[in-house]
T-cell receptor
Framework: DAGITQSPRHKVTETGTPVTLRCHQT?????MYWYRQDPGHGLRLIHY???????DKGEVSDGYSVSRSKTEDFLLTLESATSSQTSVYFC???????????FGNGTRLTVT | AQSVTQPDIHITVSEGASLELRCNYS??????LFWYVQSPGQGLQLLLK??????LVQGIKGFEAEFKRSQSSFNLRKPSVHWSDAAEYFC????????????FGKGTTLSVSS
């Protein structure tokens, strides 16, 4: 398996609190992605990065921000968590935009 | 903007029967196309991909997919389904352009009956 670690694996937080999810890779891949998975919606792209400090918005970026200060880490921050952000969050990596993605094991986030 | 449509939310197939999962994409040029599978509680695994060339591509686990430009489709097929194929299947597309990202369809859940 590709070296991707997501932390935490599970988190419960209260509405209005900030939350940061971390994705760490050991593959030195250029591209990193954050998706959320919800029943009936499949995987939806939140943000992605195509290099250090190079990021772009995805389909559902409102309420989320990202940072990538070094190749191996891609952080996803929920600035003020809402119940609608309860979801499973997947990080993925690839070495180019057309390469297959390698996925992390996911983070299950519950916002109460 | 590119988009992916999987018209079937849920399909049930008898074990041993053939399978076809539909995928349509919206994009002006030929994109790169993928099929992924997700078993319950698991992450996503790549089944196959299409970039260019032969429009019939072979993947893992006996799956194949055919790219049809005229129909903007990339349907996934398997001649004989096994009970272990029960999972959720996702079609995905990315533009042929650096700095872009993969967009997924909403998925099709496959159930296999005995």
């Amino acid at each position: 398996d590709a070296g991707i670690t997501q932390s935490p694996r599970h988190k419960v937080t209260e509405t209005g609190t900030p939350v940061t999810l971390r994705c760490h890779q050991t593959e030195n891949h250029r591209y990193m992605y954050w998706y959320r998975q919800d029943p009936g919606h499949g995987l939806r792209l939140i943000h992605y990065s195509y290099g250090v400090k190079d990021t772009d918005k995805g389909e559902v970026s409102d309420g989320y921000s990202v940072s990538r200060s070094k190749t191996e880490d891609f952080l996803l921050t929920l600035e003020s968590a809402t119940s609608s952000q309860t979801s499973v969050y997947f990080c993925a990596i690839s070495d180019s935009s057309k390469s297959p993605l390698h996925f992390g094991n996911g983070t299950r986030l519950t916002v109460t | 903007a590119q988009s992916v449509t999987q018209p079937d939310i849920h399909i049930t197939v008898s074990e041993g029967a053939s399978l076809e999962l539909r995928c349509n994409y919206s994009y002006g040029a030929t994109p790169y196309l993928f099929w992924y599978v997700q078993s319950p509680g698991q992450g996503l695994q790549l089944l196959l991909k299409y970039f260019s060339g032969d429009t019939l591509v072979q993947g893992i686990k006996g799956f194949e997919a055919e790219f049809k430009r005229s129909q903007s489709s990339f349907n996934l097929r398997k001649p004989s389904v096994h009970w272990s194929d029960a999972a959720e299947y996702f079609c995905a597309v990315v533009r042929n352009q650096a700095g872009t990202a993969l967009i997924f369809g909403k998925g099709t859940t496959l159930s296999v009956s005995s």
